[in-house]
């Protein structure tokens, strides 16, 4: 019953360093979101995709870059990691269609620090 | 564009106390709202949710209306418990396009026993 797997849970980087994290759901959900989270500032969406091979930006986009080759995976990339990604990444999936009640299961979350 | 506030960003109640948690949003669409709680180390899940205005949404004690004439969706149980400590976040969906979740900045919740 793995429903939405994150990995890795934990990474250290280096100003710019890339690295990417990768975002696995088996529930066959059409929409799937990057969040991050940090203290006092909630969940603010990254980017998303509402179907396999889309992808758009959400309110805080800027460094990071996203793809959805496979309808199961999301995969979040940074190019040149900076001091302000330092955070904890939410993925997360729902269902689409005409009663989308945009229900988001989400990840255990992956803790990235860069140094 | 889309927005929620949630003005307290940690309260204190003690056990069986009364609670109410602030929610306000600010959307030009036709939302449903909802309500996300944290436990420690997880990621957030569904608590309530109230699809159109006036529904009430509930869960394990607690309620929330939505109020179109306000724009609120305050939280509110009679008797909180050590359990329910968490952080909790209000968030609303636009059905319009039905792609986008906002999240507030969120609420803890830590109950004194």
């Known amino acids: 019953n793995a429903g939405v797997t994150q990995t890795p849970k934990f990474r250290v980087l280096k100003t710019g360093q890339s690295m990417t994290l990768l975002c696995a759901q088996d529930m066959n959900h059409e929409y799937m979101y990057w969040y991050r989270q940090d203290p006092g500032m909630g969940l603010r969406l990254i980017h998303y995709?509402?179907?396999?091979?889309?992808?758009a930006k959400g309110e805080v986009p800027d460094g990071y870059n996203v793809s959805r080759l496979k309808k199961q995976n999301f995969l979040l990339g940074l190019e040149s990691a900076a001091p302000s990604q330092t955070s904890v990444y939410f993925c997360?999936?729902?269902?689409?269609?005409?009663?989308?009640?945009?229900?988001?299961?989400f990840g255990e979350g992956s803790r990235l620090t860069v140094l | 564009g889309d927005s929620v506030v949630q003005t307290e960003g940690q309260v204190l109640p003690s056990e069986g106390d009364s609670l109410i948690v602030n929610c306000s949003y600010e959307?030009?669409?036709?939302?449903?709202l909802f309500w996300y709680v944290q436990y420690p180390g997880e990621g957030p899940q569904l608590h309530l949710k109230?699809?159109?205005?006036?529904d009430k949404g509930r869960n394990k004690g607690f309620e929330a209306m939505y109020r179109k004439e306000t724009t609120s969706f305050h939280l509110e149980k009679d008797s909180v418990q050590e359990s329910d400590s968490a952080v909790y976040f209000c968030a609303l969906s636009d059905r319009s396009s039905a792609s986008k979740i906002i999240f507030g900045s969120g609420t803890r919740l830590s109950i004194r026993p």
């Open positions: 997360a999936s729902s269902k689409t269609g005409g009663d989308h009640t945009g229900e988001l299961f």
């Open positions: 959307t030009t669409q036709y939302p449903s």
């Open positions: 995709s509402v179907g396999e091979g889309t992808t």
């Open positions: 109230a699809m159109k205005a006036n």
